[in-house]
């Protein structure tokens, strides 16, 4: 006969092991993680090419990326063919772009959950950062590269990110208004952490308000959205 002492110890043997065998399979994932993730760094840390921009970023104002962005859209307006890129300020943009795109795939692991934003912040945080510092290169990300705005916006890039989403926006207005539209979706441009608003605005009405905000969303009078972060 099992009595009832011998009833509760094996419930509590029992439930002990399943508590050692999370416990262990907790600490596996945590391990696992972990060596994914200082893998992931270790490549994009021995990228020759992405160390080349990355160096060239560094430089701020005074970088390659920055003045060559600027040729390519002024080339894009004049169409002047005597100032076209050469060969190697070519390659330079399209290493450029393949940086910025493996951001693009961290917000899309970060949006997956796949990843922790914590865990991209602290491996990634300062060059995204230096992705919607210049204001260039910003121009650039907010119009070919949105998720990396998203990117940088989880991150708390609040002030880069709120002048990023009003980079897309103003985009936003000149295509709709191009195609003749009579409303758009815009992007509220607050940026905080946790806003991926979008509403709709009146084409007559963007002009007028110059900066989308979701309700409840829009900074105190006399103050930007920025100053507040
Ligand atoms: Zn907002």
Known sequence: MVTAAATAGLFTMATLSAVVAFVTWRR?????RGRWLTELLRQFSNDRSFKAIRSDLYQEERCQTSALLTRKNELKLSRAADQALTHEEAAFLMRFDNYVGFFELIEHLVAGKQMEVSDASAMFGWYVGQLVENENVRDEVAENFFPVV????????RHEAAKALGTCNRLIYEAASEASLDAARFYC???KRTCDKQLGVMLTRYPVVGR???RRHE???GRTAADRA
């Open 28 to 32: 596996q994932v945590r391990e696992q």
């Open 150 to 157: 998203e990117l940088a916006r989880r991150m708390g890039y």
């Open 189 to 191: 441009e607050c940026g």
């Open 212 to 214: 989308v905000y979701a």
């Open 219 to 221: 900074p105190k009078p």
